[in-house]
Every structure is written in structure tokens, then in C-alpha cells.
């Protein structure tokens, strides 16, 4: 989240503004720390490839403009993405 001071497992880095017209076909970059979702990964019992995916779903739900500042927003986003993970 920004502002804070703290190894996060993953960065996203929208090429637009929300609200813009258009979108670009390249929405923005994901940054996944591996070091970060290796220990998440490890922590849950799930493979790396695994804990990685859920990242990148995460990190997608953000460009396409979505984010979770309150509590009750984590619920929705983890919906989403087992509905990216399934797609």
C-alpha cells in the first residue's frame, strides 16, 4: 500500500489513469517479489508456481483500477482472484 515502509510480495504499475477513455492493450506492469512469496508460499504449504499466480491475479485486479484500502474490500479481492485462477 503506499506509504508504507515494508517488503511488500506485490507491485502494480498502471500505464493509465482510471478513468480514462481509453485503455491501453498494455495495462501496466506486476512486480512479484520472489523472496517474499517464497515465504508466503512455504508458510500456506502451496508450490512457489502457485503462490505466484495468485500474485499476478492480485497484481491484475489492481491495473484494471480495483483496490482494498478497508477490510471488508480483501473479501471481494480474494473472490476475484480464484475467478482469475480458475479462468
Excluded at 508458510?43 to 495468485?54: C, N
Aim: negative net charge; proline residues 6%.
Amino acid at each position: 500500500m503506499v506509504g508504507e515502509d515494508a517488503a511488500t510480495d506485490v507491485l502494480s504499475f498502471p500505464h493509465y489513469e482510471p478513468g480514462d477513455p481509453f485503455v491501453p492493450p498494455h495495462l501496466g506492469d506486476i512486480w512479484i517479489s520472489l523472496d517474499t512469496a517464497r515465504r508466503q508460499a512455504e508458510a500456506r504449504g502451496a508450490s512457489l508456481e502457485e503462490e505466484v499466480l495468485v500474485l499476478a491475479a492480485h497484481g491484475l485486479w489492481h491495473l484494471l483500477g480495483h483496490d482494498h484500502q478497508k477490510e471488508e474490500d480483501w473479501e471481494g479481492f480474494r473472490r476475484v482472484q480464484e475467478r482469475i485462477l480458475a479462468l
